[in-house]
Nanobody
Framework: QVQLVESGGGLVQAGGSLRLSCAVSGSSLSIGAMGWYRQAPGNERELVATITSSRSTNYADSVKGRFTISRDNAKNTVYLQMNSLGPEDTAVYYC????????????WGRGTQVTVSS
């Protein structure tokens, strides 16, 4: 069974930084692209950043230059370094991972709350 567990969320003041981690567990994993998404109250879930297995990255315009996605393939872990946080970044952050098997299946974590106070 594949599980994704996020950590690193919390409360931070505007201008501060947080680093989110998402560890993927399971047997004989072959992980493709991984990503971070977020959902603020009353809003739809939106893409924050993605990273392929070869570490090609993609960012939402709203976070470019402030957030950095990275991954450690040996640890099956994806990270999101968030700098210059603002109240607009307040949301539940979810990670996902595309796991290769007979099919490619997308798995999601349960989310971690990030709250930025002004």
């Amino acid at each position: 069974q594949v599980q994704l567990v996020e950590s690193g969320g919390g409360l931070v003041q505007a201008g501060g930084s947080l680093r989110l981690s998402c560890a993927v567990s399971g047997s004989s994993l072959s992980i493709g692209a991984m990503g971070w998404y977020r959902q603020a109250p009353g809003n739809e879930r939106e893409l924050v950043a993605t990273i392929t297995s070869s570490r090609s990255t993609n960012y939402a315009d709203s976070v470019k230059g402030r957030f950095t996605i990275s991954r450690d393939n040996a640890k099956n872990t994806v990270y999101l370094q968030m700098n210059s946080l603002g109240p607009e970044d307040t949301a539940v952050y979810y990670c996902n991972a595309n796991v290769r098997g007979y099919y490619i299946t997308t798995y999601w974590g349960r989310g971690t709350q990030v709250t930025v106070s002004s």
